[in-house]
């Protein structure tokens, strides 16, 4: 196995016993040997500690912490990159029920080697059956940070999958906390505190593979909810002057704000919850753009045609709203 640079591994975990074996080996399967393996334990219930203890035994760069009580999400997210080595070059988040290729550190490594000024080195990312973060020429491997941050506020290349990046580890250690609080998508926003001062690395294959169940904070919570939507106005408010100027950036938000209102609107077809108006409600209140009449007349009339043209969509719709209602 190849050494250095030194790699810091974290993985933050509650409760992550079914699938964290699977991670584990694919964090010891990889090619580029020079790491350590955080694994802080959010005081889970389950056997989540016997695991990691289990796979300590057998290979010593898994450092094994458990917090004497369940902390926040966020918060031991942070805390879990406090415990990375002051010797790791770089870091790598991997969530208990994700895995690794087994070239992903060293593939993600040698275009870091590359090119020094690139701050996060990202990759395609496997979802469910979905290849993601694709968009990016094929033929660059090496990216202004804030042009990568206009494309994706502008949601044009999604190319920031929160578990497929490699962080330059200086950059972690100079943020405390390094994910802001207030976000449930705190990953997302760290990305956008980082890459108007550093550059973007891109490795053109699948090394992330991101599991989809049924029990993860993304179907309980973020899909359910569609957190995304408010996090993202709010986000966008916060970031985008760092990336556009003034009459570009209020351009984005509109078109925004109109897909984000047709979602409402959508919302309220398919039956969504009252929880589900409030939280939306709340957070376009925070962000101080609630719809008007206009706004929501827009909004309907847009969905309307696009029911009439693709009636299999509103279908989709129709059955993704009884899935979550359940």
């Not at 694919?26 to 005081?43: K, P």
């Not at 920031?160 to 580890?169: H, I, M, Q, Y």
Request: glycine share 6%; with cysteine; hydrophobic share 40%.
């Amino acid at each position: 196995m190849s050494r250095s640079p030194y790699v810091s591994i974290v993985t933050p975990v509650y409760n992550g016993a079914t699938f964290l074996e699977e991670c584990i080996a694919s964090v010891l399967a990889q090619t580029h040997g020079d790491f350590e393996f955080v694994i802080l334990d959010n005081a889970s219930t389950d056997e989540t500690g016997e695991v990691v203890l289990r796979n300590a035994q057998k290979d010593r760069r898994i450092r094994y912490h458990r917090n004497e009580e369940t902390l926040p999400i966020i918060e031991n997210w942070n805390r879990a990159l406090e415990l990375i080595s002051e010797g790791s070059v770089y870091c790598r988040v991997l969530h208990a029920d994700d895995t690794m290729h087994p070239r992903c550190l060293e593939k993600s490594i040698s275009v870091g080697k590359r090119h020094p000024s690139a701050g996060i080195i990202g990759c395609l990312r496997q979802r469910g059956d979905q290849i993601q973060c694709k968009g990016l020429p094929p033929d660059q491997e090496i990216f202004q940070g804030a042009e990568i941050a206009r494309l994706f506020l502008r949601q044009k290349v999604f190319a920031l999958a929160p578990t497929s990046n490699l962080v330059r580890a200086d950059l972690v250690r100079a943020r405390r906390p390094f994910y802001p609080r207030e976000y449930l998508h705190a990953d997302l926003a760290a990305y956008f505190e980082l890459l108007d001062s550093c550059d973007f690395g891109f490795v053109h294959e699948v090394l992330a593979f991101s599991r989809v169940h049924e029990g993860s904070i993304t179907a309980t919570v973020a899909e359910r909810n569609q957190t995304i939507l408010k996090e993202w106005l709010l986000m966008l408010q916060r970031y985008g002057p760092r990336y556009f100027p003034p009459l570009e950036l209020a351009a984005v938000e509109r078109s925004f704000l109109h897909r984000y209102y047709r979602n409402l609107i959508r919302a309220f077809v398919t039956g969504r919850g009252r929880s589900f108006f409030e939280y939306h409600l709340a957070g376009l209140g925070e962000a101080r753009r609630r719809p008007g009449p206009v706004d929501l007349l827009l909004a309907v009339g847009a969905e309307v045609a696009t029911s009439i043209a693709h009636p299999h969509k509103l279908v989709q719709h129709l059955r993704t709203a009884r899935k979550h209602a359940r």
